[in-house]
């Protein structure tokens, strides 16, 4: 059973920068992907950032892309989501997530980290 477990949330001030960490305990395998997903409060939940065991890297929206970065450390098992310019609508649960080895399919997800971002 693969545990995740997420640290680095916090409340900001629009234009700040966070860095979001991930861990990744109890598994015999490297995921095939690790991501983050956000859930802001009445909203369905959305897919951030994600990065494969091959370093293919892929952004839920263009506003991510130039923002944010996602990287990960295979040998380690974490996965990590620096934010940049952080906006009032970037204010969310943030959830690290990861898949099995093969497949691309989210099974394993964290707790969820609260970020807060204020204008």
């Known amino acids: 059973q693969v545990q995740l477990v997420e640290s680095g949330g916090g409340l900001v001030q629009a234009g700040d920068s966070l860095r979001l960490s991930c861990a990744a305990s109890?598994?015999?395998?490297?995921?095939?992907?690790m991501g983050w997903f956000r859930r802001a409060p009445g909203k369905e939940r959305e897919f951030v950032a994600s990065?494969?065991?091959?370093?293919?890297?892929?952004y839920g929206s263009d506003s991510m892309k130039g923002r944010f970065t996602i990287s990960r450390d295979n040998a380690k098992g974490t996965v990590y989501l620096q934010m940049n310019s952080l906006r009032p609508e970037d204010t969310a649960v943030y959830y690290c997530?990861?898949?099995?080895?093969?497949?691309?399919?989210?099974?394993?997800w964290g707790q969820g980290t609260q970020v807060t971002v204020s204008s």
């Open positions: 997530a990861a898949t099995g080895a093969t497949m691309n399919t989210y099974n394993y």
């Open positions: 109890g598994r015999t395998f490297i995921p095939s992907l």
């Open positions: 990065a494969s065991r091959s370093a293919g890297i892929t």
